[in-house]
């Protein structure tokens, strides 16, 4: 029999010394052991390595580490959420979009964001360099703007010359120099380095002491210092930032700069929700630990990285530190689970810092010595920052699941964990309706016209078990939305990975919520619920609802004359299938989740009010296959262009580069009802026809007429990706029914 689980572990936040913990635990796991990372962002980035990713040295993907792909890993679920609160006597996470998450160990590793609240104005005009996803976002936007208006000039002020402060203006320029080098609007180049334009932009560089980075040595600040000055970017020290407008910055001195961006580099400060939780903390509210990481106030707590303050070691907050705190924690970590005493840890003195200068060169700092700008330094510093994130690509697979029986969970559980969502959210009570615990029959009364019937059941891909039962409920849901009906209620079988008991209510709680939420969008009632064990999560509906025969959507009833419109983009199966063999991407995957927890509901009533007379809902086996059931009776053929599929981000590159599923190979049998498949085989999204959909879109036939219209309705209600996708014909006599084409050039 599996092992059962005994420890809940938390990770709050996927910085440095998170992500080495967790490939500590997928290259040594802890039996009895469950992990759960809740994170804002799937991709966490690399520090060594981002000074290097603004100047144009490294891409996106070099620069940071796929959060999923490590999770799946170490057997980790991931929850895409922010943390906005901690109950430490009920020892639960509070979430901004989801229920609480319980844990029986926490670790908090969320970084730092720059303090703005001192300055006026700073929190609503300035860029903070954290978090890094916001501040790349619109370093993006700048370089975009820089690139459509070659000929503007563009002025950009820096707060703080600490050491990001300055790699951060260095590496800036560079980056602007690459973005204006591709557009044109070089003079010349010399050995050193750039002549620019009198349109390149100025870069300025604000800090209130008298020198720059004074946590480095004399020789550095000197060398750095000089460097800035050959570079013509502008420094302003001894200057406080006391306003910031959307003109610009106006300093105590009386000096003022009007400025196109500023970016926010100064002393970081941490969230007010770990202090108001009851953590220890030092005046700038970072948790206080002991030498194991452990809170000092909550042992069942563990801090790393910026957020945490070790009391017995001053250290500057640099990923460095938190990069070697990956190990210690995980050990402490381990030492807890299994009720030892956790290891003490002494991070080091003193560390090299390695600048980089953003011309292919660096800077070496150590204690007392500096040496360069030197591009061996440049050299060193790249394969050390190449290896570290080497550690993070080409992980592997889980290993298989055993065979296991399944065994009933005691009805009481359920309704245990359902009361604990009623109890934390009322207004959902009204969405269930089971007379007894555990009951897998329901008598409802329905209003006159026809009862619509589905079941269907789909395991988890997504290591969420909130995120999960939101888009099974919607995919289970959707054979009904596509015939026009109205759902009435389900019945749900649930199938959990063995645990114990505490496990087993916590992930009961966390996709039963995830199933009401569904629910909401349609007021559709859960009607009676059975689960067990077993070797994965699954999640099954029988699901009923009801029409009049009047407003019944026929997949059979398309006509001459009617538009082919798509509800959601395709690819789902592509990317969940990529993922699941490290060659996705996270980013490429929040897409996927985004279109799957999104409900047809609206989009149903819509086509029936717009005048279709024809539906099907998109699912195992693809767009095709479905586009077959429609045209199987040989009444209409159909023109399917696929140049106007609506595609997520990724899913044709996921498609070329892993193994095929075995949904996908069965699926291309499908190809019978191409007139002319060899034609078009070859399309880059020609493999799509056949990609599995899990809670994919609706397919209808709208009259022509309507046909914009109902784009429109559709777009307005969040189907942004929807599409007229093809038109309906007269049928093609002898030949296959469906006929692909292409836009003309």
């Excluded at 799946?72 to 430490?88: E, P, T, V």
């Excluded at 010349?188 to 870069?203: L, Q, R």
């Excluded at 100064?266 to 770990?274: E, M």
């Excluded at 019944?552 to 009833?557: G, M, Y």
Aim: charge should be neutral; include cysteine; aromatic fraction near 8%.
């Amino acid at each position: 029999m599996a092992q059962t689980l005994s420890k809940e572990i938390v990770l709050i936040g996927g910085g440095h010394a998170h992500a080495i913990a967790l490939r500590q635990f997928a290259l040594n796991p802890i039996p009895g052991v469950r992990l759960t990372l809740i994170t804002d962002t799937l991709h966490t980035p690399y520090s060594g390595m981002l000074p290097g990713h603004i100047a144009g040295f490294y891409s996106f993907d070099q620069t940071h580490i796929d959060l999923h792909h490590l999770c799946q890993f170490a057997g980790a679920q991931l929850y895409r959420d922010q943390a906005i609160g901690l109950d430490l006597k009920r020892n639960q996470v509070s979430l901004a979009h989801r229920p609480p998450v319980r844990f029986d160990l926490l670790s908090i590793d969320i970084g730092s964001t720059p303090n703005q609240l001192q300055v006026p104005g700073a929190d609503k005009y300035a860029i903070p360099a954290k978090p890094v996803s916001q501040f790349l976002n619109r370093w993006r936007e700048t370089i975009e703007a820089f690139a459509r208006h070659p000929t503007k000039t563009l002025k950009l002020a820096i707060v703080g010359a600490g050491a990001g402060g300055v790699e951060l203006a260095l590496t800036m320029q560079q980056g602007l120099f690459v973005c204006r080098q591709a557009t044109g609007g070089m003079r010349n180049i010399d050995a050193s380095f750039v002549m620019y334009t009198a349109s390149f932009p100025e870069i300025h560089l604000f800090h209130q002491g008298q020198e720059i980075m004074p946590s480095h040595n004399r020789v550095v600040r000197k060398r750095l210092t000089q460097l800035m000055g050959k570079r013509d970017i502008q420094l302003h020290l001894g200057e406080r930032v006391s306003q910031v407008s959307e003109q610009g910055i106006q300093c105590e001195s009386g000096f003022s700069l009007e400025c196109d961006r500023i970016f926010w580099v100064t002393q970081a400060s941490a969230p007010p929700w770990l202090k108001a939780a009851g953590l220890a903390t030092d005046k700038d509210g970072f948790i206080l630990v002991k030498d194991s990481l452990e809170s000092i106030s909550h042992p069942q707590v563990f801090a790393a990285g910026d957020i945490a303050t070790m009391v017995n070691y001053t250290r500057p907050k640099a990923g460095v530190f938190a990069v070697r705190q990956g190990k210690p924690l995980y050990e402490n970590l381990k030492q807890a689970a299994l009720g030892k005493a956790p290891k003490p840890y002494r991070p080091q003195e003193q560390i090299l810092g390695l600048i980089g200068t953003g011309d292919g060169k660096a800077i070496a700092s150590w204690g007392k010595w500096g040496l360069g700008p030197n591009p061996l330094l440049w050299h060193w510093k790249d394969w050390i920052d190449r290896r570290f994130m080497a550690q993070f690509e080409d992980l592997g697979r889980s290993p298989t699941a055993p065979p296991f029986t399944p065994l009933p969970i005691p009805p009481e559980r359920i309704s245990s964990a359902i009361q604990r969502i009623i109890t934390e959210k009322p207004k959902l009570e009204s969405l269930i309706n089971i007379t007894h615990p555990g009951a897998n029959l329901a008598l409802s009364s329905v209003s006159p016209g026809i009862l619509i019937e589905s079941m269907d059941l789909l395991t988890d891909r997504l290591r969420d078990p909130y995120v999960f039962g939101i888009s099974a409920t919607h995919h289970c849901l959707n054979p009904i939305l596509a015939r026009g009906a109205t759902p009435h209620s389900l019945l749900g079988w649930i199938e959990l990975p063995n645990s114990l008991p505490p496990q087993q209510e916590e992930t009961l709680y966390q996709l039963i919520s995830g199933v009401l939420k569904a629910l909401m969008v349609s007021q559709t009632q859960l009607v009676g619920c059975r689960a067990s064990l077993g070797p994965s999560l699954s999640l099954g509906f029988a699901s009923q609802g009801y029409a009049y025969p009047e407003q019944l959507l026929h997949p059979q009833k398309l006509q001459p004359g009617q538009v082919l419109i798509l509800t959601k983009p395709l690819g789902v199966g592509a990317l969940l299938a990529a993922q699941e063999q490290y060659k996705g991407r996270a980013r490429w995957l929040e897409g996927a989740i985004a279109t799957m927890t999104q409900s047809n509901y609206p989009a149903s009533l819509t086509f029936v009010e717009t005048g279709a007379t024809a539906c099907t809902a998109v699912g195992n086996l693809g767009l095709l296959a479905h586009l077959g059931t429609m045209v199987d009776f040989g009444s209409v053929s159909l023109s399917l262009n696929l140049d106007c599929l609506p595609v997520l981000e990724g899913a044709s590159e996921s498609l070329h580069q892993m193994e095929l599923s075995p949904f996908y190979e069965q699926n291309q049998g499908s190809d019978r009802y191409l007139q002319n498949s060899s034609s078009f085989s070859s399309h880059p999204l020609y493999p799509l026809l056949f990609d599995p959909q899990w809670s994919g879109g609706l397919v209808a036939g709208v009259p022509q007429p309507q046909a914009d219209e109902c784009l429109k309705l559709l777009q307005d209600l969040g189907y942004t990706q929807s599409a007229i996708i093809g038109e309906v014909h007269l049928p093609s006599g002898d030949l296959p029914p469906i006929q692909l084409s292409v836009n003309e050039e």
